[in-house]
């Protein structure tokens, strides 16, 4: 993760699941799915190193409480969007 451009870490709950936003400096990172508190920790102490969805196969696998991520979008930001204006480029995995 570029820890160098990270911005800020936001956790919204809504039921079940949660969103967590990552955003960076120039790109913002939306990430869907249960409990990110955790997720949210370790980027704030610069610690993670990867991000990536689960597939749906595999799901069953992890205990509750542990950290899910069913959907991630990726969200390239231009100079004019920085400043709360323009839109963006979206990519979703």
Avoid at 52 to 76: A, M, N
Wanted: charge should be neutral; proline fraction near 4%; avoid cysteine.
């Amino acid at each position: 993760m570029p820890f160098d451009q990270f911005v800020f870490a936001e956790l919204k709950s809504g039921g079940k699941e949660q969103q967590l936003r990552l955003v960076f400096a120039t790109h913002e990172v939306l990430a869907r799915g249960h409990a990110l508190r955790r997720i949210e920790t370790t980027m704030q102490r610069m610690e993670l190193s990867l991000l990536t969805t689960l597939p749906s196969k595999q799901r069953s696998l992890i205990p509750d409480g542990q950290p899910v991520i069913l959907t991630i979008i990726v969200t390239k930001l231009n100079s004019d969007e920085e400043r709360g204006e323009g839109t963006s480029d979206a990519l979703q995995k």
